[in-house]
């Protein structure tokens, strides 16, 4: 099983530049989520879906958005980089639902730089 | 509103002693409630989760948390520390009641063991 598959993992933008950043999972999971992790902090959610064709705010989506047309795929839009957006960001996958409940599953992260 | 604290930011512990990783949280339903671990450069692992049942639960690489509802805490604990433990510790919570039903992560705790 490939689990959560994040690409790229390395990123440069310069200011202004867009970019997306894509998220499969291959585990047929309804919820999908993405984080941020700046230096030294917690992770902070950014968007998530419940299912394919609904999408949530999370605690700091400005600046970003996103789409979930299929279960399988959450990428990750940024229209216009600035330098607050430098961090590293994970995109998660889980099953919740009235009788299954599991953990998230992790992909290994995009590290991206705005300069 | 759903939350979760670490009010620990580091947790240093010499090897072969007890470790503690504390943490709190507060949801309107009843809370799922998870411990991560983050090794350097890495996405996150899954250690050990608590849905319903026995307020231990047993998880990976010999760790175990304790859900005490009175005190709205989930603590993370070993009783044997080695330095390979040593790393980044974030616990999250799902709150079941809300129609938003987001995984909200603390700020993390990294734990340090010395040999």
């Known amino acids: 099983n490939a689990g959560v598959t994040q690409t790229p993992k390395f990123r440069i933008l310069k200011i202004g530049q867009s970019m997306t950043l894509q998220c499969a999972q291959d585990?047929?999971?309804?919820?999908m989520y993405w984080y941020r992790q700046d230096p030294g902090m917690g992770l902070k959610l950014i968007y998530y879906?419940?299912?394919?064709?609904?999408?949530d705010k999370g605690e700091v989506p400005n600046g970003y958005n996103v789409s979930r047309s299929t279960t399988e795929d959450f990428p990750l839009r940024l229209e216009l980089a600035a330098p607050s957006q430098t961090s590293v960001y994970f995109c998660?996958?889980?099953?919740?639902?009235?009788?299954?409940?599991?953990?998230?599953?992790f992909g290994q992260g995009t590290r991206l730089t705005v300069v | 509103a759903q939350s979760v604290a670490q009010p620990e930011d580091q947790v240093n512990v010499a090897e072969g002693n007890p470790l503690t990783v504390k943490c709190t949280y507060s949801?309107?339903?009843?809370?799922?409630l998870f411990w991560y671990v983050q090794y350097p450069n890495r996405g996150l692992q899954f250690l050990l989760k608590?849905?319903?049942?026995?307020?231990l639960v047993k998880g990976s690489y010999g760790f175990e948390a304790e859900f005490n509802k009175s005190q709205t805490s989930f603590h993370l604990k070993k009783p044997s520390a080695l330095v390979s433990d040593s790393a980044l510790y974030f616990c999250?919570?799902?709150?079941?009641?809300?129609?938003?039903?987001?995984?909200?992560f603390g700020t993390g705790t990294r734990l340090q063991v010395f040999p």
């Open positions: 998660a996958s889980s099953v919740q639902t009235a009788i299954l409940n599991t953990e998230a599953f």
């Open positions: 585990m047929n999971h309804n919820y």
């Open positions: 879906s419940v299912g394919a064709g609904i999408t």
């Open positions: 949801v309107s339903g009843n809370p799922y």
């Open positions: 608590y849905i319903t049942g026995d307020n």
């Open positions: 999250a919570v799902r709150d079941i009641l809300t129609t938003t039903d987001k995984l909200i």
